[in-house]
């Protein structure tokens, strides 16, 4: 069974950062990419970085550009991301999503199974 599972998330103040985890199981996660999304209340889900199972990454939003940051570690079947000087903006339900092969995509539609979200609320 593919398996995604966040974590992470929490309350911080602006400036701050956070490392979320996204633990994968049930696949190989070297045979798979990997994107976060995020979506804060009222607005679609996003797309935010993206891992490729190649090693390369993507970033989609100008927003986030310089701030933010994936990584994986195939051993551990775990995807990072490194969230740096964070806004209010910024505050969103995070997702980590898989789908197989190489490719970043940054549409919902092209990804098959997701975790449940950690929440992300960036707040003084």
């Known amino acids: 069974q593919l398996q995604l599972v966040e974590s992470g998330g929490g309350l911080v103040q602006p400036g701050g950062s956070l490392t979320l985890s996204c633990a994968t199981s049930g696949f190989t996660l070297s045979d798979y990419t990997i994107e976060w999304f995020r979506q804060a209340p009222g607005k679609e889900r996003e797309a935010v970085l993206c891992s490729s199972s190649l090693g390369f990454s993507t970033v989609y939003p100008d927003s986030v550009k310089g701030r933010f940051s994936i990584s994986r570690d195939n051993a551990k079947n775990t995807v990072y991301l490194q969230m740096n000087s964070l806004k209010p903006e910024d505050t969103a339900l995070y997702y980590c999503?898989?789908?197989?092969?190489?490719?970043?995509?940054?549409?919902?539609?092209?990804?098959?199974?997701w975790g449940q979200g950690t929440q992300v609320t960036v707040s003084s």
């Open positions: 999503a898989g789908r197989r092969g190489r490719d970043c995509s940054g549409s919902v539609r092209d990804f098959s199974f």
